[in-house]
């Protein structure tokens, strides 16, 4: 870089948040702890990777001279706390002293450590065996509607993420964490190539941070061990967990005794009013149903105890279920305002929650909570 | 430190034990509980028999099957090991709060403030182990010492069915002629790195100063200087996770029916509930224990998330029918939730 660059400070901090997610303070190689920062004509772009998963955030800018293509690594981190700490639309004169690489701004200036570009870990690129485009807006509600439900450090490796697959001409995805599952799905896959791929925790995550709202569309690449997905803002590479996602579909009760009709509002506040005297550890509750009526409680070891009723269309025998609240909160924040229901089988069976409601991005779902003995 | 009075005890083939108690055609016969050898299945433990054949635990099945063709080898069946495991640390509350559980079937037991016994750490040992076989028909061995490692060492010198005392002025003969390798923490390496210095005995190793040691072996030097000459000042670590929480008063006058015993409730519910201020656990069970005046001992629970007076009050009606006699004490309790997802209740969606 022999000549100064001038940038503004949205233009960096744009791209370069959509990366940081991936970018981890403590890393075993000290470069992995950097972003890699392309300047070409008219883009900039940066690149942050775990080794695991790799995002690129892209920016346009435009300059008044001619710009050389630059590649660089600057720490990551650091870079994106000193824009974050400019003021907006800051003006922003970047250039290489000796070993490091100078960051310009009013009357600031940064002096950062750099690491040669060529020894930037990208992670190796394969063919796609499959190819497909998607709106953003789908792809964000399928994540969306079951990342909650992926297993954490579990040591069935295959559970901490997320199952992307085919079936029927539908594209749906899963996740469970051995106690619950989540699966929302569109009708009318947008591919007609068989799809079957755990993507890792972590990239589910981040990918979220990326897509927008926007009804753009990305391009989806599945390779036999990364999955890719690119926007013309940013593109997202991850490699695929390889083992057998268990068998979902057994688990989700296919007919029941018992159907409820209730507001997803009324028993969600319900719920979050209960919650307060659950303890940190105790997260048991008990959901009671007699003739018309609903009743939840929560006890701690303080021996306080709290209780909700809600009037429902029930009159068969008494019946108590034991639930973990989290679960339940965890998959109504996920279903949509207005009504749904609740079907089951009995009090040691799975438990199968919907939403009434379409969603609006053609995105259906559906979850299963396992109850726990009272 | 002033003197302690540690124990360890130590259950003789403790799987293979409960199996042979609840199946006896397996006694007098090679018993080994682990995995199965088909699938890289190791022993987990095996009775006296197996160990004939030259059987030892964390052996691959496949080994074991091979080297003793008429092994009866059965599954692993954790759920009886942990409710006996329980059952011994209902027996070890009795004695003293601090206890260090190394596994289901071993623990530490710090019996310094313990005035049962007059105080004898000896006599304490004998009556746990008399109760472990009384209560649950299971052998367990027992070293008393002034310390975690002495008695570690000792609870394996009169196995099984044994107990070995080292009085605090018996340190110095006990400990020079033990060889090095039974110190905790002397594996092979270490072991062979002694060997070739020529220590063979603890006693050998007292001939070492400390910076020799330490230039040797870092860190575990220091340990090696302290271990061979019968030094452990590491304490007994309780466990924080309780499973139980109970109170019980013994009447100088004999209750003489259930109604008077249900009348105490309020008095021993208070006292329960003082006692289980501090716990953050909920609660899994209600129970009560009643001891009759010919001492005759029986209890009664129930699972119960919540502390109810009706449910102690129905409890105390079914164990007072067992005998129906006077009674002389009435404890009530609760067990403890423990929070892990197998326990805590929540069932499993997949199946394992």
């Known amino acids: ?374 | 430190m002033s003197t302690r009075k540690i124990i360890h005890i130590d259950m003789d083939c403790f799987y293979a034990a409960i199996e042979m108690r609840d199946d006896p055609s397996l006694r007098g016969q090679p018993v080994a509980v682990g995995g199965q050898p088909g699938r890289r299945g190791v022993l987990c433990t095996c009775n006296y028999e197996a160990r004939k054949y030259g059987l030892h635990s964390a052996m691959p099945s496949g080994v074991a099957v091979r080297q003793c063709p008429n092994l009866q080898l059965l599954p692993v069946n954790m759920f009886k090991y942990r409710e006996a495991s329980e059952q011994i640390g209902d027996i070890f509350a009795e004695y003293t709060d601090a206890i260090e559980w190394i596994s289901l079937d071993e623990a530490y037991l710090d019996v310094t403030e313990s005035d049962k016994c007059n105080g004898s750490a000896t006599w304490m040992a004998e009556e746990i182990r008399a109760a472990i076989w009384s209560r649950l028909t299971l052998t367990a061995s027992a070293g008393i010492a002034p310390n975690k490692m002495l008695a570690k060492i000792a609870s394996d010198l009169n196995k099984p069915n044994g107990q070995f005392v080292v009085l605090p002025e018996e340190i110095a003969d006990f400990i020079v002629n033990l060889p090095v390798k039974k110190i905790m923490g002397v594996g092979k390496v270490t072991n062979k790195k002694l060997e070739a210095m020529g220590v063979v005995t603890c006693g050998d190793l007292q001939a070492w100063d400390l910076p020799a040691l330490q230039e040797s072996f870092g860190k575990m030097g220091g340990r090696l200087h302290r271990c061979c000459r019968g030094e452990d000042e590491s304490a007994v670590r309780s466990e924080r996770v309780r499973k139980s929480v109970s109170v019980e008063i013994t009447y100088p006058k004999s209750l003489m029916s259930v109604s008077a015993c249900v009348n105490e409730m309020p008095h021993l519910k208070e006292r329960l509930l003082k006692r289980m201020n501090p716990v953050d656990q909920s609660i899994a069970k209600q129970f009560i224990k009643l001891t009759f005046d010919d001492f005759s001992k029986t209890s009664v629970e129930a699972l119960s998330t919540l502390l109810s007076d009706d449910l102690y009050a129905q409890l105390l009606k079914i164990g007072f029918k067992r005998s129906d006699k006077p009674v002389r004490l009435v404890g009530i309790g609760v067990r403890l939730a423990i929070d892990t997802a197998e326990d805590n209740g929540q069932m499993a969606l997949l199946g394992e």
């Open chain 1, 1 to 374: 870089m022999t000549n100064p660059i001038h940038l503004t400070r949205d233009c960096l901090l744009g791209p370069l948040q959509k990366v940081i997610g991936v970018v981890e303070k403590k890393q075993t190689m000290p470069i992995l702890s950097n972003v890699q920062m392309t300047i070409e004509d008219n883009s900039v772009s940066f690149i942050g990777t775990d080794s695991e998963v790799e995002l690129m955030g892209e920016a346009l800018f435009i300059s008044q001279t001619p710009v050389e293509t630059i590649r660089l690594t600057l720490p990551g981190r650091k870079l994106v706390d000193i824009c974050r700490a400019l003021p907006d639309n800051a003006a922003i004169e970047l250039y290489q002293e000796k070993e490091s690489v100078v960051l310009r701004s009013g009357k600031s200036r940064f002096t950062l450590s750099t690491l040669p570009a060529e020894d930037f870990p990208t992670i190796e690129r394969e063919s796609a065996d499959v190819e497909f485009t998607l709106s953003q807006t789908a792809l964000k509600s399928l994540l969306q509607q079951t990342q909650a439900f992926m297993a954490q450090q579990d040591v069935r490796y295959y559970l901490n993420g997320l199952l992307l697959t085919t079936i029927d001409n539908t594209l749906i995805a899963a996740a469970t964490d051995g106690h619950r599952l989540a699966k929302a799905w569109i009708d009318n896959a947008p591919t007609s190539e068989d799809i079957h791929i755990i993507i890792p925790r972590k990239g589910v995550m981040e990918l979220l941070r990326l897509l927008s709202d926007s009804d753009e569309s990305v391009t989806i690449r599945v390779g036999k061990n990364h999955i890719a997905i690119s926007s013309p803002h940013f593109s997202f590479l991850s490699k695929l967990i390889d083992g057998r996602f268990p068998d979902y579909s057994r688990v989700i009760p296919k007919k029941t005794d018992i159907s409820l009709a209730l507001d997803r509002d009324q028993l969600k506040e319900a719920l979050q009013r209960v919650m307060i005297l659950c303890s940190e550890k105790h997260k048991a509750i008990r959901f009671e149903f007699s003739k018309g009526m609903l009743t939840i409680t929560a006890n701690n070891p303080q021996l306080e105890s709290a209780e909700e009723s809600i009037p429902i269309d029930y009159d068969l025998e008494n019946m108590n279920i034991g639930f973990n609240i989290k679960y339940l909160l965890d998959t109504l924040q996920t279903i949509p305002s207005g009504p749904m229901t609740l079907s089951l089988n009995g009090p040691d069976q799975s438990v199968l929650f919907e939403s009434s409601t379409d969603n609006e991005t053609g995105v259906r779902s559906l979850f299963v909570i396992m109850p726990m003995r009272l």
